[in-house]
């Protein structure tokens, strides 16, 4: 790859004049956490005593896991990148991943349920949302057509958004991609806003220049979204920057950006959704259904639930089942409620502050979460083992704000979050989507 790259740039002789000790490049190794000792002890070693450049950092995450476990076939926890590439764009993954890693080690999860949910409510429908209602309108009943730059609200709220592109490059630098992803997130949440407040959709007939004003300054900041997002999705962000015909912007040209951003003369492009939402067939089409066929099906009259995990055989033996002694009958299903009982549950959208975990208690995590009061709340949530306090920090949640407070190992927790799952390790938290703390959840 880097003989390639010195081939096609001319920025080296050659791979070696790249790597050579002393040699004008900053060199990042991204590792396992399982190979710390050979990446940050041996391997320098070895490239010193090669007379070849070392590196400048060590950079050690966690393992993906799946639900909550190791990759497993037998568990249907087995994805391939094949498989997955078959199925969908690799926008959907980058994006989550983003969403989620930090500079540390820990572990990230990729629970199915949270992986659907969160890219629909943030990359389809914020950020593809804020590109398809602005263009849609402009390049239809507006011809194309963008108006003159000027002052006004939108003007303000383009120069809001630029001004916290250094707030973006700072997080990328520092490897927390999710605190990027946050903002980048947040800065279309605002155009958004910024749009259900105008209307403009509601001026095109008979104030049509005012719409083409406001469509304007939020074409934008999905100008400036698209550059900003396009180290993690970068077919997303060409797709975006052709529709609105305008160059690719990077980081470079973002730190120099003025408003405003686009040339107001040139036409747009045409638009097209940008990416769509994904549903639960496409996204169980992931998981590789080879543990059940490679192992055998189970015994004949025995329910899926209740077989075990299937034991693969030795060479030449027949596959075995492990089977309960007893089958247990199927569960009570709970009491039905009536509307007026469930109506007295408040669920409103959190934004965890702070989190840290309870001294002597695994199980365990103090949070500190703003709810849009005037105060944030602490709530003690059993999520420990599926959730590292860093995981948490700005992640937003739906919380039951009226439920009657509690001790939990001294601390008084008012409030409790909402997650899936049957406990442990396999929880995955509800995610409300970019929603501001103190939305109501119904």
């Not at 992931?286 to 009259?301: H, Q, S, Y």
């Amino acid at each position: 790859t880097t003989e390639k790259w010195a081939k096609t740039t001319g920025k080296a002789k050659g791979a070696l004049d790249y790597w050579a000790e002393g040699a004008d490049a900053r060199i990042v190794h991204f590792i396992g956490k399982d190979i710390v000792y050979f990446h940050a002890l041996f391997w320098p070693a070895v490239l010193k005593e090669a007379a070849l450049k070392r590196p400048d950092q060590v950079v050690v995450h966690g393992h993906l896991t799946v639900s909550g476990e190791k990759m497993s076939k037998s568990r249907g926890t087995f994805i391939t990148a094949r498989t997955y590439l078959e199925a969908l764009d690799p926008s959907y993954l980058r994006y989550f991943y983003a969403a989620n890693l930090g500079s540390g080690p820990e572990d990230l999860d990729l629970s199915l349920s949270e992986f659907r949910l969160r890219v629909n409510a943030e990359l389809v429908n914020n950020i593809g949302n804020l590109a398809n209602r602005t263009l849609s309108l402009l390049a239809g009943p507006l011809q194309g057509k963008l108006a003159a730059a000027g002052p006004g609200p939108g003007k303000t709220l383009v120069e809001e958004a630029i001004a916290r592109a250094g707030e973006v490059r700072a997080a990328f630098d520092k490897l927390e991609f999710r605190a990027a992803v946050k903002a980048i997130a947040e800065i279309s949440q605002a155009a958004n806003q910024f749009l259900t407040v105008h209307e403009p959709w509601k001026k095109v007939k008979t104030d049509p220049e005012t719409a083409r004003r406001d469509l304007s300054d939020a074409a934008e900041v999905a100008y400036l979204v698209a550059g900003l997002l396009e180290p993690v999705v970068p077919r997303l962000s060409r797709r975006l920057f052709d529709q609105i015909s305008a160059p690719p912007l990077g980081y470079a040209a973002i730190a120099r950006a003025r408003y405003p951003l686009l040339d107001r003369a040139r036409p747009l492009g045409k638009p097209e959704p940008l990416i769509a939402r994904l549903d639960e067939a496409q996204v169980a089409k992931l998981v590789l259904p080879e543990g059940a066929t490679n192992l055998g099906p189970p015994p004949p009259g025995l329910p899926a639930a209740q077989a075990k995990e299937a034991v693969a055989p030795p060479a030449g033996a027949a596959p075995t089942v492990k089977v309960p002694a007893v089958a247990a009958g199927p569960a009570s299903p709970p009491a039905e409620i009536d509307y007026a009982e469930f109506a007295k549950v408040q669920l409103k959208v959190g934004r965890v502050l702070a989190a840290e975990r309870v001294p002597k208690a695994d199980k365990l995590l103090k949070l500190s979460v703003d709810l849009g009061e005037a105060a944030p709340r602490t709530i003690v949530a059993g999520i420990a083992e599926a959730y590292s306090p860093e995981q948490l920090t700005g992640k937003s949640v739906v919380v039951v704000a009226n439920l009657k407070p509690r001790a939990l190992r001294g601390i008084e927790s008012k409030g409790m979050l909402l997650a899936a799952g049957p406990g442990g390790k396999q929880l995955s938290l509800v995610d409300p989507g970019p929603l501001a703390p103190g939305a109501e959840v119904k």
